[in-house]
């Protein structure tokens, strides 16, 4: 009689959380950064038909990094649990902290089941208020973890340099020409030097408080980026930052890229 296979119980969650952490990092950084007037997403992303970014509600955004097929599955069940309730209940009750809690229930469960691979995903889960302190940025990670985040946020990617970057350089209250110059540099930061990446490349959209519209979420276009961003040199705040000779956009992860949608994009949700 052969002996059984066995696994502990310990090796078994740290092997998964390496298969996770392994997927997500092939991906490209999304960069949360908190500014005067709401909260500012930033991603690199070639591809002009999937989406890192989203709206899930009238004041909550989605963002994502990783595997994209498994986010998109997480943001239209997001959509329809805002819609559900908002519709059975109030607008009102709609709330990011629920659907950060939902979600880390659903991530969670995945993670520590046995029978399915854990999601290769990172996500963020913000929704602004009618002051900056009350806006609300959570992370979540592919183990169900939530993380209650301030000023700036980075996951995916290079995230630990990126976030070293915004660490040494970010101050509270900024405009939203000040943030986006800010949040593009440090994308385009790396330990062998910096790059500029070209607007046709970026993925910007803003929760921004002060639109008159109930819902907040707006996507910024390449014109638009091109006149806030300015002199693409000029980008970094910081001294002596310049391309990297020989440096190059690096090669796609698996996850997504920017939308070629209208501004005012509704949160699609297929039919069941």
Do not use: C, W
Not at 141 to 150: K, L
């Amino acid at each position: 009689m052969s002996t059984p296979f066995y696994v502990s119980p310990e090796q078994l969650m740290k092997d998964r959380a390496d298969f996770a952490r392994k997927g997500i990092s092939r991906g490209r950084s999304v960069v949360a950064v908190q500014y005067a007037d709401g909260i500012l997403f930033v991603s690199e992303n070639p591809s002009a038909a999937l989406h890192k970014v989203s709206e899930i509600y009238d004041r909550i955004a989605f963002a994502a990094v990783g595997r994209y097929n498994e986010f998109e599955n997480l943001r239209i069940a997001g959509v329809r649990l805002a819609d559900m309730r908002g519709y059975a209940y109030d607008r009102r009750d709609v709330t990011g902290r629920g659907l950060a809690n939902a979600y880390a229930q659903t991530l969670g469960t995945i993670f520590s089941s046995g029978g399915e691979k854990p999601y290769e995903v990172e996500i963020f889960v913000a929704e602004i208020g009618d002051t900056p302190e009350a806006d609300q940025l959570y992370r979540l990670t592919y183990d169900g973890q939530v993380a209650d985040e301030h000023g700036y946020a980075v996951m995916g990617g290079a995230a630990d340099v990126v976030a070293g970057y915004l660490q040494e350089r970010y101050a509270a209250a900024l405009g939203l020409q000040e943030a986006l110059q800010l949040a593009v540099a440090a994308l385009g930061h790396s330990d062998t030097g910096d790059r500029v990446i070209p607007v046709g490349d970026l993925e910007v959209a803003v929760l921004d408080r002060t639109r008159t519209q109930p819902r907040k979420f707006l996507r910024l276009r390449p014109a638009r980026l091109t006149d806030l961003l300015g002199e693409r040199g000029q980008t970094s705040p910081a001294e002596g930052a310049s391309t990297a000779p020989g440096s190059s956009t690096p090669p796609d992860g698996p996850d997504g890229g920017p939308d070629g949608a209208p501004d005012d994009e509704p949160p699609l949700a297929p039919p069941l």
